[in-house]
């Protein structure tokens, strides 16, 4: 059930590039989550990166002026904050999806590239079981669990 924050550059994509690179970015995200969840859970994994990846939301936040330091710069800077219920990474996570995320976004940027590793930051903040709510309620590493359960077998008995 992963949540992201993007903070991209007023403007420094076309509509078109900025939203492969949101859909990649969520596809990563859930892709290497739900290699954790399986190991969770069981189950098939194309169903669970199924519900998983509809309540995976993407923030995308736009910025018009970038300091380093306490100087403006011109060239675009990008964060991306991943929040994740602790308890569903392992240590495989974060290696994995900053690589992933940073070659997205090198795609992205193509041939303005250059020095993209010092102008990206990828956070990953994992947050305590139980602190995790939807709605109007906590939703525990437990719940989720049973959620993607019911939802992997309520799929499995509709293919019979």
């Known amino acids: 059930m992963p949540m992201c924050d993007i ?5 420094c994509f076309k509509a ?3 939203t492969k690179l949101v859909s990649t ?15 969770l859970i069981g189950g098939d994994t194309t169903v669970i990166k199924e519900a998983a990846g509809r309540i995976a939301w993407m923030f995308v936040h736009h910025f018009d002026n970038m300091y380093v330091a306490s100087a403006q710069t011109s060239l675009p800077h990008y964060k991306f904050v991943i929040t994740i219920p602790e308890g569903t ?21 193509g041939e303005a590239s250059r020095g993209l590793s010092a102008r990206v930051w990828i956070i ?10 939807a709605g109007n309620r906590p939703m525990p590493l437990q719940t989720m669990k049973d959620f993607l359960e019911n939802e992997s077998k309520t799929k499995s008995r509709a293919e019979l």
């Open 124 to 133: 990953i903040r994992e947050v305590k079981d139980g602190m995790w709510c």
């Open 7 to 11: 903070f991209l550059p007023s403007g």
């Open 16 to 18: 078109e590039v900025e």
């Open 89 to 109: 990474i392992d240590d495989r996570f974060a290696p994995a999806i900053s690589r992933d995320i940073f070659s997205a976004l090198k795609e992205a940027e």
């Open 25 to 39: 970015v969520s596809d990563l995200i859930v892709d290497h989550e739900i290699r954790r969840w399986s190991e």
